[in-house]
């Protein structure tokens, strides 16, 4: 799956990220939200990045039906242990979850909690990506980190 802004480059998503997506869709009424971190690559010479993997909800997460809050020590053990693992090329890009909708819209609090995460990240990145996944489609956000500013990819 592949997304491309106005002029930032590509982001492509692994298909096992996809079908990592598909697995925690809400399909059903007693579906929780689910979401965790995205991890990947910056390609050399070019604007383009690659999600390989993502985390996963985890014990200590916050899982509620229009509510995903993440343990963020949980999750930053395994961003830490995957950037060493791989010699520092795979980093932290951003943050992902799902909505109950079948065509995601950030609300409100994702905004708030989107920006938040562009102002406190440490990271190299002036960009952040934010995803969320529907009953049926996935979408898109790239966060900018100097000012904050937020757009939506197109699906290529």
Same mark, same amino acid.
């Given at each position: 799956?592949?997304? =491309?802004?106005?002029?930032? $480059?590509?982001?492509?998503?692994?298909?096992?990220?996809? /079908?990592?997506?598909? *697995?925690?869709? *809400?399909?059903? %009424?007693?579906?929780?939200?689910?979401?965790?971190?995205?991890?990947? #690559?910056?390609?050399?010479?070019?604007?383009?990045? !690659?999600?390989?993997?993502?985390?996963?909800?985890?014990? #200590?997460? !916050? #899982?509620? #039906?229009?509510?995903? *809050? =993440?343990?963020?020590?949980?999750?930053? %053990?395994? +961003?830490?242990?995957?950037?060493?693992? /791989?010699? $520092?090329?795979?980093?932290? @890009?951003?943050?992902?979850?799902?909505?109950?909708?079948?065509?995601? +819209?950030?609300?409100?609090?994702?905004?708030?909690?989107? =920006?938040?995460? @562009?102002?406190?990240?440490?990271?190299?990145?002036?960009? @952040?990506?934010?995803?969320? !996944? $529907?009953? =049926?489609?996935?979408?898109?956000? !790239?966060?900018? &980190?100097?000012?904050?500013?937020?757009?939506?990819?197109? &699906?290529?």
């Amino acid at each position: 799956m592949i997304f =491309k802004g106005e002029t930032e $480059g590509l982001l492509k998503l692994s298909e096992k990220v996809v /079908s990592v997506f598909h *697995q925690y869709r *809400q399909v059903s %009424r007693n579906d929780k939200e689910a979401g965790g971190v995205l991890l990947g #690559r910056f390609i050399q010479n070019s604007e383009d990045v !690659v999600v390989d993997w993502v985390t996963v909800p985890m014990e #200590r997460d !916050v #899982r509620k #039906r229009y509510f995903f *809050q =993440k343990c963020r020590e949980d999750h930053q %053990r395994i +961003i830490h242990a995957v950037w060493e693992e /791989s010699d $520092g090329t795979c980093n932290y @890009l951003g943050e992902w979850h799902t909505h109950p909708e079948p065509h995601p +819209i950030p609300s409100p609090h994702d905004l708030r909690e989107w =920006k938040k995460v @562009l102002k406190d990240t440490i990271c190299d990145s002036d960009k @952040l990506f934010f995803i969320i !996944v $529907g009953t =049926k489609s996935v979408d898109v956000w !790239v966060g900018l &980190r100097p000012n904050l500013e937020i757009k939506k990819l197109t &699906r290529c």
